[in-house]
């Protein structure tokens, strides 16, 4: 299908494959009309439909269930995957009040500019399949590289590193994850 199916509203879509539906349905009667020109073909076709209706629906059936809940496991995988990552990003905040104030601000500046480049840059290009894991999270891993680097004060400050440094790290994989659940190629 075109990508400009996929970003129709829904009612929209619906009703372009409704339609699209009958009008092949329409297409196999008219075929089947003109075929049935005489008696002998016109048994033939009516002995044939009803015997395969109940095969064809029921393969159909079977076919948008397999398909619908592969959707419903991608989209409840992804949405695992951006909730953890927010989960992840919240910790880096909350402890991050902890530090001095320079490396708290320089955190929070890191963290935002991660969110800032999900939202804007990130969600289109995975929306069009752009995004792969070849590309890096750059903010999140200066944070890491950052986070990394400090050198803790007292005991309280280098609990608080270790513990950044396990949500930064769950931030990363939380985000591998999103990026492969939209493409996995």
């Given at each position: ?135 890096s999270p ?23 590193q270790r ?23």
């Amino acid at each position: 299908m075109g990508e400009w199916l996929l970003n129709l509203p829904i009612p929209w879509m619906a009703f372009i494959i409704f339609a699209a539906s009958y009008l092949i349905a329409a297409c196999v009667y008219l075929a089947v009309v003109r075929l049935a020109v005489d008696d002998r073909r016109a048994r033939a076709f009516k002995a044939f439909s009803p015997g395969m209706l109940l095969p064809l629906g029921t393969i159909f059936g079977l076919l948008v269930g397999f398909v619908a809940m592969q959707v419903w496991n991608d989209f409840d995988k992804a949405e695992v995957a951006v909730a953890t990552e927010a989960r992840a990003l919240r910790a880096v905040v909350l402890f991050a009040e902890l530090l001095p104030d320079a490396q708290r601000i320089h955190l929070d500046t890191l963290v935002n500019r991660h969110i800032d480049e999900a939202v804007n840059e990130e969600w289109p290009a995975m929306a069009q399949h752009r995004l792969t894991l070849a590309s890096s999270p750059t903010a999140l891993l200066e944070a890491l590289q950052l986070t990394l680097l400090m050198t803790p004060q007292d005991e309280s400050q280098r609990g608080t590193q270790r513990e950044m440094v396990a949500a930064l790290n769950t931030a990363l994989d939380a985000w591998h994850r999103r990026i492969s659940t939209v493409n996995p190629g």
